[in-house]
């Protein structure tokens, strides 16, 4: 098999150190494929890049009108959140609103990693539970959408009515057939797909409008997700995250995702363009320069953003902050142009 083309290196001194190899497709809604590297085709993982997809049923369902969400806690359905206080105060709210407890929760405690949150809770008496989790937005909109149905509590098993819906809704963006399921790491089944059809899914995004689409209103379920999260970046991540960052200096112009295991997205509505990319070792600072690299390509994203040059350029600093070295990406990269 061939190896994927090196993105991303990492020079020290003027020597290369590291590379990130790497798969991405771009997809225009109406042109198809119209930018790749490596395998567009390669099956993937899609891990958290794919919330939004996963927070559809919440939306079509009328779950969230039911329910009363706000944009605010639709954009924490679709985070990966650092479980800072916002988030997991917002968690707690949004369980209280629907009767429920921290322990309805099927994620799993995790200790967080915005810095305020996790020096609390390292001290005596202070534990973390379900509501620091990363993914405890998107297992809230599970609970909605579980309680919507009047279904059973394990709403993280395959078989559940709440999974039964995302893999139907999965599947219809992608427009593939999904050959099978891993367990993600807050419990819920993450669902394959090729490369090129999460880009497509992406690409669906970016297309949306509030007419609806003949699907329960999808084109204005996906819209409103989309505009929920470029309207809230803090609560997609957090202070530091990149998809915060890259949104805020996007101001409004597309909405990125990440995932586990170098995956990244990208919804850019004014060009109708969804983006998905792979890197093969797994590592989110080659994901994240590559779709930084992108979106600038793309005109939407300025190249003199602070974090645009961090991620893309660097420089690389030692801990008596002397530059040792920096990021470059690929020549193929830097001179695309849709």
């Known amino acids: ?13 003027g020597t290369a150190e590291s590379c990130h ?21 390669v099956t993937i993982f899609t891990r958290s890049s794919c919330k939004m997809v996963q927070a559809l049923p919440l939306v079509e369902s009328g779950a969230a009108d039911r329910f009363g969400l706000t944009e605010r806690q639709l954009a924490l359905a679709c985070a ?7 988030h997991s105060d917002a968690v707690q709210a949004w369980l209280t609103n629907l009767d429920m407890t921290e322990a309805d ?20 008496g202070q534990c973390p539970d379900q509501t620091h989790n990363n993914c405890s937005g998107k297992h809230s909109g599970f609970l909605t959408l579980c309680k919507h149905l009047d279904a059973g509590p394990e709403y993280v098993e395959p078989d559940h009515s709440v999974q039964r819906a995302v893999k ?10 999904s050959p099978g399921y891993g367990i993600d790491g807050c419990s819920a089944p993450n669902f ?12 669906h995004f970016a297309s949306a409008t509030d007419a609806g689409s003949g699907h329960g209103g999808r084109s204005a379920a996906m819209q409103r997700l989309t505009l929920a999260m470029m309207a809230h970046p803090e609560m997609v991540s957090g202070e530091g995250g990149a998809c915060t960052e890259l949104m805020r200096a996007m101001a409004g112009k597309a909405a990125v995702k990440t995932g586990a295991e170098g995956v990244y997205v990208a919804i850019i509505p004014s060009r109708r363009i969804g983006i998905a990319l792979k890197i093969e070792d797994g590592a989110s600072r080659g994901a994240q320069a590559v779709i930084a690299a ?23 600093r030692n801990r008596r902050n002397l530059v040792v070295g920096g990021i470059e990406i690929a020549e193929t990269l830097r001179t695309w142009r849709a």
Request: glycine letters at 10%; aromatic letters at 4%.
């Open 294 to 316: 992108l979106l600038g390509q793309l005109d939407v994203l300025s190249k003199d953003a602070p974090i645009y040059q961090s991620v893309t350029q660097g420089p690389l």
């Open 192 to 203: 394959l797909c090729s490369l090129a059809g999460l880009a497509r899914a992406m690409a």
């Open 21 to 41: 190899r790497g798969h991405v497709a771009v997809w225009h809604h109406d042109g198809g494929l119209i930018g790749a590297w490596g395998d567009p085709e």
């Open 1 to 13: 098999m061939t190896q994927p083309p090196v993105l991303v290196t990492l020079s020290r001194n």
């Open 80 to 86: 990966s959140h650092k479980g800072a206080a916002i």
């Open 105 to 124: 929760l099927r994620c799993g405690s995790q200790l967080p990693d915005d810095p305020e949150a996790h020096r609390r809770l390292l001290q005596p």
């Open 168 to 177: 139907e809704a999965f599947e219809e963006v992608t427009q593939e057939a």
